[in-house]
C-alpha cells in the first residue's frame, strides 16, 4: 500500500509544479507580448496623418493672421494710415510636420511640441521703423514697386498722410529679385525652417489711382508670434486627442484580450459606482479599486500639467518606450516590420516546465495536461482506494501516517488539497485562456472544454480523498 500512497503523492507533487509554472507564464511579462504591443503602436503613429493635424489647426491660422493684422494697423493708425476696405492679410504660416522617412524620434521631438502653428511675420518694433520710413518721418529713403507690373524694388517717395492702406501682405524674394506671393500656409519639414527663404513685410496704397507697394522690413521665420489658445492647437494636445479611443493602441495595452474585456466592463460598473458618490474622494478610490491597471497600463487623456509623464513615458506609448533604444531610429513603418519579425521569432516556441512548447499551442496544451496529470492522479487515488478495501483494518489506519496532506485531518491540509487537486488545475489554464486568448477562437472553446472535465476529475477526485480519510479514520 506504501507503494501505491508513494505513486499519488508523486503525482500530486507534478501537478502542483505543473499548474505554478502555467500560473507564472500567463502573469509574467514575456518579450512577445512587448514586441507585439510595440508593434500596434508603431502602427498606430504609421497611420497618423499629419495633413489631418494641418486642417484641424486652419482656424487657429485664421486667428493668427487676424490678430497680427490687427497689430499691424494699430502700428499704421499711430502714422495716420487708415485702411479703405477690409484687408485680407497673407502671411505665411509655418506648420511642422515630419518628412516621410523621419524617424520615431523625430516625430517624439514634435508631438511633444505645445506650440501652435507660427507666422511668419516682422517684429513689431521693425515695422515702427519701417512705417515711419515710409511716411517720411525719418531720414532714410523708402523702397516699392507697384505689384503685377514692376516687382522689383525702387527708391520711391514718402507716402503723404492720411493715404489709405490697401492691402498688408508678406510676401517672398524670388531669385530675379522680384517679390511674390509667399504661399498661405506654408509647411517646414521637420526643423529644416532657414530653408524656407526670405520673407518681406509690405503695405500696398492707393496713390495716383496707382496700387503701390511699399517695404516696412524683413520678416523673421522665427517669430513666435502666438496667441493664448495656442496650446490648443499644438501637436501634443492634437495627438492626445488621437490617441484616446485609438482601437490600435486598444489593442497595445491588451484590450482585446478576454481577460481584459471583462476587466473593462467590470473597470466601467466600478467608475459608474464611483461616480455617484459625490461625498467620496473618487481619486483615491480610484487608485485603490482600478481593476485595468492590474493587467496593463491604462492611456489616459494627457494634460497640460502633465510634463513629467510626457518626459518618462514616450508619448503615452509605453511598450515603445521600453523597446526605445531599437527602434528610436526607425520610421514608424520600419519599426512596424523590425518589431512583426522579432514578435514572430521570440513567439516560434515556448519553455514551460522545463518542456519546449509551440507557442500557437500553448492555449490547448496546458489544459490538456492539466486534464491528464488529474486523471491519473484520480487512477492512481482509485488504485489506492481498491487495495485499502482488500487490506485489513490496521493497515487501512496506516494511511494517517503517510506524508502526504490529503491524508491529513489538520484543516489546513485539507483546504490545501482541495485548492491543489480541484481549484488550481481549473483556474490556473482558465487564466492562461483568458490572458493569452487574442479572441474567443476555436482553440479558446477546446480549451474550456478540457477545464470542464478537468474540474470534474477534481470533484472526483475529492471524494475519493474524503473517503481514504474516513476510511483510515475509522478503520
Known sequence: MAEFASAVRTTHLVLVAFVTAILLFTFSPREVNTYAAARFEAQFLARLSFFDYVVTTRQYQNLLREAYRESLLTIAKEYGFEPIKKIYFRAPIIVLRPNEDSTIEEIASLLQSRDGPSLIGTPFDYVREGIATISGKTKLEPFCFRRFIDSKLDVCDPVPPGTGIVDISILEKKAGGEYDSAHSRYTAIDDDIEELGEFYLFFEFRINNKKVSYLVGAADQNLKFEMTESYEFSPSHWYSQKIVGSRLISRANGYSVPINQIRNVLQYKLDKWLNKKKELDVSSWGKTLNLTMLATKKVRAPSEERDDYISSHFL????????????????????????????????????????????????????????????????????????????????????????????????????????????????????????????????????????????????????????????????
Not at 496532506?405 to 482558465?430: D, E, H, K, M, Q
Open 316 to 475: 503615452y506609448l509605453p511598450h515603445l518606450d521600453e523597446l526605445w533604444p531599437e527602434v528610436a531610429k526607425l520610421s514608424p513603418d520600419e519599426a512596424v516590420s523590425s518589431l512583426a519579425e522579432k514578435a514572430s521569432r521570440s513567439r516560434q516556441a515556448v519553455s514551460m516546465a522545463g518542456q519546449t512548447v509551440d507557442a500557437s499551442m500553448i492555449r490547448i496544451a496546458a489544459p490538456m495536461a492539466c486534464f491528464a496529470l488529474s486523471i491519473y492522479l484520480s487512477s492512481t487515488l482509485a488504485m489506492l482506494r481498491d487495495v485499502r478495501r482488500r487490506c485489513a483494518p490496521s493497515q487501512a489506519a496506516a494511511l494517517l501516517q503517510y506524508p502526504w496532506i490529503g491524508f491529513s485531518n489538520n484543516i489546513i491540509c485539507r483546504i490545501l488539497t482541495a485548492i491543489t487537486v480541484l481549484f488550481l488545475p481549473v483556474l490556473a489554464p482558465l487564466f492562461l485562456l483568458f490572458q493569452h486568448s487574442p479572441a474567443l477562437d476555436i482553440t479558446f472553446y477546446s480549451g474550456l472544454l478540457f477545464m470542464l472535465l478537468t474540474c470534474g476529475v477534481g470533484v472526483w477526485s475529492m471524494k475519493i480523498i474524503n473517503e481514504l480519510r474516513l476510511a483510515s479514520n475509522f478503520g
